[in-house]
């Protein structure tokens, strides 16, 4: 039994050509980003951690994320998973954003500073809709 171009086994031909015309692969830069010292700050002052976590995602990074056509992806207590086109868009993002946010720290007392952790990985992304043509 042969195997063809786009490698499926010949009698699966039109299904994976449909899976495969479906499919929008694309490469994605993806920032992730949580709090160091999230639970002791949580210990501290609940209210006051959530209130200047969600003040500070409303009034720096999402300005952030627009200014680098970035999409947030999940927010999740102290972390944000934002997506990318671009890897110098995520770059300069996760960038701005440590420096939003040590900006803001000045003048609080260093036990109630807001440190982040940031990662940026370049990942190949598939849409839901060729996720679940492939699964089918």
């Given at each position: 039994?042969?195997v ?12 994976c ?8 692969r ?12 999230y ?9 006051g ?8 995602r ?6 952030l ?9 999940k ?15 995520a770059?300069?993002?996760?960038v ?21 952790r940031?990662?940026?990985i ?8 060729a996720?679940?043509?492939v699964?089918?």
């Amino acid at each position: 039994m042969g195997v063809n171009t786009i490698g499926c086994p010949a009698f699966y031909e039109s299904k994976c050509k449909m899976a495969e015309e479906r499919a929008q692969r694309r490469l994605a830069a993806i920032m992730a980003a949580d709090v160091v010292g999230y639970s002791r700050l949580m210990e501290l002052d609940e209210q006051g951690t959530l209130a200047t976590l969600k003040e500070r995602r409303r009034v720096i990074l999402e300005p952030l994320v627009r200014e680098h056509h970035g999409r947030i992806v999940k927010v999740m207590g102290d972390g944000v998973l934002v997506e990318f086109a671009s890897a110098v868009n995520a770059v300069t993002c996760a960038v701005e954003f440590q420096k939003g946010m040590i900006a803001a720290n000045q003048g609080r007392a260093d036990d109630r500073h807001i440190v982040l952790r940031i990662g940026l990985i370049w990942v190949m992304s598939l849409s839901k809709a060729a996720t679940f043509s492939v699964m089918a």
